[in-house]
């Protein structure tokens, strides 16, 4: 494969992982997510030992949902996991990690980083996506914009500086309060993903 090729195939898995972040799985999505194609992008992410646990929790739970009853569970666990904001929740904003005061705001420093960063792209936050740009989501649709559009310095900057940063930390909230393991399996993925992603620049950058 081409350099090229590489960086396409990168950027589709953080479209992936951005997307499961992005919203709740819905009966089209899901089609999409089990579909032939999608099997044969799942099969080749989880030949890689370090991630087919991961990739076989994931599938294996997508493909048990058969009905409208099971597909809303998975979206209560959304909801539940991502959107109430306690304790008992794991919130995918990087302020809430990296912020040291006491009670950090939504909309605070990350967020104003991540917009410098989309606006100098001339990219924005899609208008029906009404979140702080320091959502996980919004952090790895725009890695995925940078595998196709920068150098190596600069993704592996913005890996270190705005995912690896916070990542594990939020990962380990999310397997404290994930009760059906669908989205632990998803945070899980992506902390081995981006881990992976980080090393295969350090040859090059040394």
């Known amino acids: 494969m081409s350099q090229v090729d590489i960086n396409h195939a990168r950027a589709l898995v953080y479209q992936l992982l951005s997307s499961?972040?992005?919203?709740?799985?819905?009966?089209?999505?899901?089609?999409?997510?089990?579909s032939e194609a999608a099997q044969q992008f799942w099969n080749q992410l989880g030949s890689d030992t370090q991630l087919s646990p991961s990739v076989d929790k994931i599938c294996s739970r997508l493909n048990e949902i058969q009905d409208n009853e099971a597909l809303l569970e998975l979206a209560a666990d959304y909801c539940g996991i991502f959107l109430v904001g306690t304790k008992h929740s794991a919130s995918p904003?990087?302020?809430?990690?990296?912020?040291?005061?006491?009670?950090?705001?939504?909309?605070?420093?990350?967020?104003?980083?991540?917009?410098?960063?989309?606006h100098q792209s001339k990219l924005q936050v899609q208008s029906h996506f009404p979140e702080p740009a320091d959502h996980l989501a919004v952090m790895l649709?725009?890695?995925?914009?940078?595998?196709?559009?920068?150098?190596?310095?600069?993704?592996?900057?913005?890996?270190?500086?705005?995912?690896?940063?916070?990542?594990?930390t939020f990962t380990a909230q999310l397997i404290k309060c994930d009760k059906n393991g669908f989205y632990s399996a998803v945070a899980i993925l992506t902390l081995e993903w981006v881990k992976q992603d980080t090393l295969q620049f350090e040859p090059q950058m040394a």
């Open 141 to 168: 649709a725009y890695m995925a914009h940078l595998c196709c559009h920068s150098d190596d310095s600069t993704q592996l900057r913005f890996l270190e500086t705005c995912i690896n940063s916070w990542l594990a």
């Open 93 to 118: 904003y990087a302020s809430l990690y990296l912020n040291t005061e006491d009670e950090p705001l939504l909309f605070g420093q990350q967020h104003q980083q991540m917009s410098e960063f989309l």
């Open 20 to 34: 499961l972040f992005a919203r709740e799985i819905d009966e089209k999505r899901l089609k999409e997510l089990t």
